[in-house]
């Protein structure tokens, strides 16, 4: 029997431009991981968050996945994303360590919450690309997980939230006396992609208006040295 350092559950891998983010317009390898451990009402992968997401994958089969992508163009990085990856760190560490051998830089994408799995990979970590969850949306708050995760590898990583009509200004007020305590880190606020809500079932995620979003990127900037509001690109651009 394979040990789970080299096989984890995969649902994709692909080619595309990283439509959010610190990394938007960089053309990437997308490895998307079957698994989440938390359930997000705006979540844009519904499909990968079971934990029998995807397919057992080989790390050998993966490579080859990876290079035959690289074979066709240029790449600069791999983005490592989910579900949640860290729910696969061991084998995670593995093909970072391999990717970057390759010249690839590492661009994690994680919801932040597994601080202790994220000390296994923050070495080979290019670029983490956190989440920070708001229980409006989320289901549950998350902020001392959240913080753990922050301290681990502040100076790589950027943080991104979710506004929908259901982020509430005491939320937000939350979120900047966490990142004020890491002010090297960049706030992306991102209004939610338009979906069916995974937890109003039957409705389509509430949208947060311009209006009230420019108003909580004003709150932020009053304590926050970098903030700033992009949408998902990739869905307007028409990419997976």
């Known amino acids: 029997m394979r040990s789970a350092a080299v096989t984890a559950r995969v649902l994709e891998v692909f080619s595309s431009i990283q439509g959010e983010g610190a990394r938007l317009g960089e053309r990437q390898v997308f490895v998307r991981f079957g698994g989440c451990n938390l359930l997000c009402g705006y979540c844009d992968e519904p499909e990968s968050i079971p934990r029998s997401a995807g397919e057992v994958r080989s790390a050998e089969s993966l490579r080859e996945d990876i290079l035959r992508l690289c074979a066709k163009r240029a790449h600069k990085s791999v983005s490592w994303t989910g579900g949640e990856p860290l729910l696969f760190a061991p084998f995670l560490k593995g093909m970072m360590a391999w990717a970057r051998g390759q010249g690839l830089d590492n661009c994690l994408e994680t919801n932040g919450t597994l601080a202790n799995e994220l000390r296994r990979v923050a070495a080979l970590a290019d670029c983490i690309s956190m989440d920070v969850k708001l229980s409006s949306d ?80 004003r709150l932020c900037r009053e304590k926050l040295a970098d903030a700033r509001i992009q949408p998902q690109w990739h869905p307007i651009w028409g990419l997976p």
């Open 138 to 217: 989320a289901g549950g708050a998350f902020w001392r997980a959240h913080r753990d995760f922050l301290s681990v590898a502040p100076e790589k990583t950027f943080v991104k939230t979710i506004l929908t009509g259901n982020t509430r200004e005491e939320e937000v007020l939350e979120l900047i006396k966490l990142l004020e305590d890491f002010p090297g880190v960049r706030l992306y606020l991102q209004p939610a992609t338009r979906v069916r809500s995974l937890r109003e079932k039957g409705r389509w995620v509430r949208a947060m208006t311009p209006k009230r979003a420019l108003a909580l990127l």
